[in-house]
C-alpha cells in the first residue's frame, strides 16, 4: 500500500504542505544559483567587451584607412592616366603645329 494510503485525512495534509515546501525551497535554491551563474556570466562578459573594445576599434580603423588607402589609389591611378593623354594631346597638337 501506498504512504499516502496508510495516512489519515490530518497527516496526508500535513505531508503534503511538507512536500509542498520543500520543493518551494528547492526551486529557490535553484532560481538562486541560476541567477548568481548568470551575473557572474554577465561580469564576464562586460570584463571581455572592455578588453576586446579597444582591439575591435582599432581593427575598424585599420580596415577604414585601408580601404581610403584603395579608394585614393584608384584615384591617383586615374587622375594620372588623364593626365597622361592630356600632354599626349598636347604633344601630338604641337608636332601637327610644328609640321
Keep these: 500500500m501506498s504512504k499516502l494510503a496508510k495516512m489519515n485525512e ?7 504542505e511538507k512536500r509542498l515546501a520543500e520543493e518551494q525551497e528547492v526551486k529557490k535554491k535553484k532560481e538562486t544559483l541560476i541567477t548568481g ?3 557572474l556570466k554577465i561580469g564576464h562578459e562586460a570584463k571581455l567587451f572592455t578588453l576586446n573594445s579597444p582591439k575591435l576599434i582599432e581593427q575598424w580603423r585599420r ?5 581610403k588607402t584603395e579608394d585614393l589609389r584608384r584615384d591617383i591611378v586615374a587622375l594620372q592616366d588623364s593626365f597622361n593623354k592630356a600632354i599626349q594631346k598636347k604633344s601630338d597638337h604641337l608636332k601637327c603645329l610644328l609640321q
Design 37 to 39: 551563474f548568470l551575473q
Design 63 to 67: 580596415l577604414l584607412r585601408t580601404v
Design 10 to 16: 490530518q497527516e496526508r495534509v500535513k505531508y503534503m
